[in-house]
Each structure stands twice: as C-alpha cells, then as structure tokens.
C-alpha cells in the first residue's frame, strides 16, 4: 500500500494509519508532504473529506515530530512556557509549509463561504449556513477542520514564535464566525489546548471573543477555560517568582525574571485590546452614535469584562492587580502604538474604554497607589511612540474614526 492510499482510510482508522506510519517509517515527513499534501488537499476535484483526512494526518504526523524535539531540547509545556534553547528547523521545512497550507485553507475556504476576505465581513449577529441544518457544508467542514488543527499547533512553542500578527488575528475572526458548528468546534479545541498546555498568553485572546456568542453553552465553556488558563498562568508565574528569591547568580537571576514577566497573566491585556482595536464590528471613535456602534461598545466591554474577570479569579485574597494595569495602560495610552500601523487609532479607544473601565473598580485607595515594578509591553505588536509625535497622535485619536 502506498503512502497516499492511507490517507484515503476511514476516518475511524485514523490514529491506527498514524501510529503505523509513525514506526515504520520514521522519517517519512517529506514523503507525505509531496504526495498527500499536494495531490489530496490542493486538488480541488478530490472529495473534501479526503482532503481533511489528508490535512489531519499530516498535522497529526508533524505536530508529533515537533512536540518530541520541543521536549529533547527542554521546552516541556508548550508555546506559552519558558524560553528553551534554539532549534533547527525540521528537515524540509514540512512544519512551516504545514502552518502556511493551513492558513491558505482557511483563507480560500472562508472566501468560499462568505464571498471575500473573512476578517472584513463576520458578523457576530449574523447567522447563516449551517442554521437549523443537521450537518456543515463541505466547505463548513474543510474551514473548520484547519481552524482545529490551528489550535492544536498552539501547545507548541515554534508555532508561538513564528506566527505573523495577521495571522494571529486571521484565526480570531474563525471565533466570531456565523457558522455555529465551527465556533463549536473551535472553542472545544480551545478548552483542550489551554487545560492540558500552557500556551502563549496570546492565544487566551480568543476566549475572550465568546463573551458575545449567542449561544450560552459557548460562552460558558469560553469564561471556564479562560478562568482555568490564567489561574494556571499566574501559578506558573508566582512559582518562578519563588525560585527567582533563592538564584545566586546575576545570570540566572535575569533569565528567571524575563520567564516571570512574560507568564504574568496580565500581559493578555494588550494582546487583547490590540485585538479589539482590529474588530471588523468593534467602533473606534469616541463619536459612537449609531445603533451598530452602540451595540458593538457593549461587545466590546463584554469582551474585556469576561478577561478582567477572569484575572481576579486568579489572585490571592485580598490581592489586587488594579495599580499594575493602571500604569501597564497609561504607558500603552501616552508612550505607544501599533507597531504595524501607525494610524490605528482604534488602539487608543479601546485603552481608554478599559481605562474607564477599571475605574469602575476602585474600592480602596489602595488600588490606586502607582505600581513600583517594571511594567513589560508585547513589543511585538506595539512599538513606542517618539515623543515629538505622541501629541498628534492622542489628538487624533480623540476625534477621528478608523477608516
């Protein structure tokens, strides 16, 4: 039997086809690329349930390979964990053409579905398709199928550190679809991924958009696995903090604290608000005078209330994290911007609604005493602001509306 035979195997034989593989023959990567790949998932006249068998076998194959090398080389939990060494690619590149294949499906597929790009049309009380239907198109599925196996490369931290931010935003919008079975599908993905792995902060962003599914079910499953990951997160983060009291070297003290900084649950909070700032149904002028502005505010605040939430589940009692986010925001709203677009004002919108926001949430003057320690930014998305420019950029912001 040929290699692209097997993938051509009920679905029901799937993890038998995979292990046989997997020990016969071990380096088999390339091989399958070229055969199943290209002939089944490409060729368009190929049943799409082929197709997605195909795709499922070379995810199952390569994310195996990847996970194994990413614990050789001390990794251990996933794409949200310490730093580890540096890695060779895989022979071939077959993981990075498996990412790429995977964000082409969603795009070719999603335009299938919807008639243009996905990121600029989804709209969350919009539901068509698969409404009141027993089973997802074969487009539905296919679009689906990739979204899934997305999620699963999450617990892994190569896919972590090469994910372009379109990308990452690309697969949000696969949160908000209009397909129900999708959403489904997604969300259960995530609850596994972020209980068993701990991923890169990120990536909890996505839980978030379910604050506004119109299905309880989901919102429910989403508000628990985000609770979970971020309890998981700060445990994580505090057990580093102890270790970092007992290092005697300089060296080692400086890594310890880098590993601290970046597991701080509360670094979610500007992936989540860039984000936002992104929301092809989210207002970003101050000016919200429409009905669909006004309802897309109140998604918007949902959004960042179910994280907020979630972050104060996660503390100590009587802890509160509020002078750490008051200056983690006032450093995005007067020292930053969008690394990538300069003019996206959405940015300083959203960070001053969740400024206002936390305001709500005074109590005591203890949360507003300044928080003394360093504050670390995901200067991957954000770059700082010169100081000449930050005037013309707040004064913008406070009038004009994201074109």
Same mark, same amino acid.
């Given at each position: ?6 993938a051509?195997? &009920?679905?029901?034989? @799937? ?6 593989i ?10 399958v ?7 089944? $998932? ?27 090398? !990413? ?12 730093p ?11 993981f990075?053409?498996?990412?790429? *294949? ?10 299938? $579905? ?8 989804i709209?969350?009380?919009?539901? /068509?398709? /698969? ?34 931010? /379109? !990308? ?5 919008? =696969?949160?908000?679809?209009p ?12 609850k596994?991924? *972020?209980? #068993? ?19 309880s079910?989901? !919102? ?5 696995a985000? /609770? ?7 445990k ?62 109140? %998604? @918007? ?5 179910m ?13 509160? &994290? ?5 200056? !983690?925001? &006032? ?9 990538? %677009?300069?003019? &996206? ?9 969740? =400024? ?13 005493? *300044? #928080? ?6 995901p ?10 420019? @930050? ?13």
């Open positions: 039997m040929t290699i692209p035979s097997l051509y195997q &009920n679905a029901h034989t @799937m993890q038998a086809t995979i292990s046989y997997s020990h016969t023959f071990p380096s088999i990567h390339t091989y690329l070229q055969y199943t790949l290209h002939d089944c $998932l490409t060729n368009p006249k190929t049943s799409v349930y082929v197709r997605i068998l195909s795709l499922q076998l070379l995810y199952a194959l390569l994310c195996s390979e990847e996970e194994g090398r !990413q614990m050789r080389v001390g990794g251990g939990g996933g794409g949200g964990g310490p580890t060494l540096p890695y060779p690619p895989l022979e071939g590149g077959e990075d053409i498996l990412t790429q *294949t995977l964000f082409e499906c969603i795009e070719s597929e999603g335009k299938m $579905l919807y008639g243009h790009e996905v990121p600029t049309h709209h969350t009380h919009t539901h /068509t398709h /698969t409404q009141g239907k027993d089973a997802p198109s074969p487009s539905e599925f296919a679009y689906t199928a990739a979204a899934v196996c997305l999620v699963g490369l999450m617990k892994l931290k190569r896919f972590a550190d090469t994910i372009e931010p /379109t !990308q990452w935003q690309d697969m949000a919008w =696969v949160c908000i679809s397909v129900t079975y999708t959403r489904r599908e997604v969300v259960y993905a995530l596994e991924v *972020t209980t #068993y792995h701990n991923i890169h902060p990120r990536f909890l962003c996505y839980l978030c958009l379910y604050a506004n599914d119109e299905d079910e989901l !919102q429910e499953l989403a508000c628990n985000l /609770t979970l990951a971020i309890k998981q997160l700060r994580t983060h505090d057990d580093l903090g102890v270790k970092l009291l007992r290092v005697d070297t300089e060296s080692e003290r400086e890594k310890l604290h880098a590993m601290a900084s970046l597991t701080m649950p509360e670094i979610i909070v500007p992936y989540l608000l860039y984000l936002l700032s992104y929301h092809p149904h989210f207002p970003t002028s101050i000016h919200v005078t429409t009905t669909s502005d006004k309802e897309g505010m109140k %998604d @918007m605040v949902r959004c960042i209330h994280l907020f939430t979630s972050l104060q589940a996660s503390l100590k009692k009587e802890s509160s &994290n509020l002078p750490f986010l008051f200056k !983690q925001l &006032n450093i995005l709203a007067s020292r930053c911007h969008d690394k990538y %677009d300069a003019n &996206n004002i959405g940015i300083a919108f959203v960070t001053r609604l969740t =400024v206002k926001l936390l305001q709500e949430q005074i109590k005591t003057s203890d949360n507003v005493q *300044t #928080y003394p320690g360093e504050i670390v930014l200067m991957d998305i954000y770059a700082y602001t010169p100081q000449g420019d @930050m005037q013309a950029t707040l004064m913008k912001s406070a009038g004009g509306a994201r074109g």
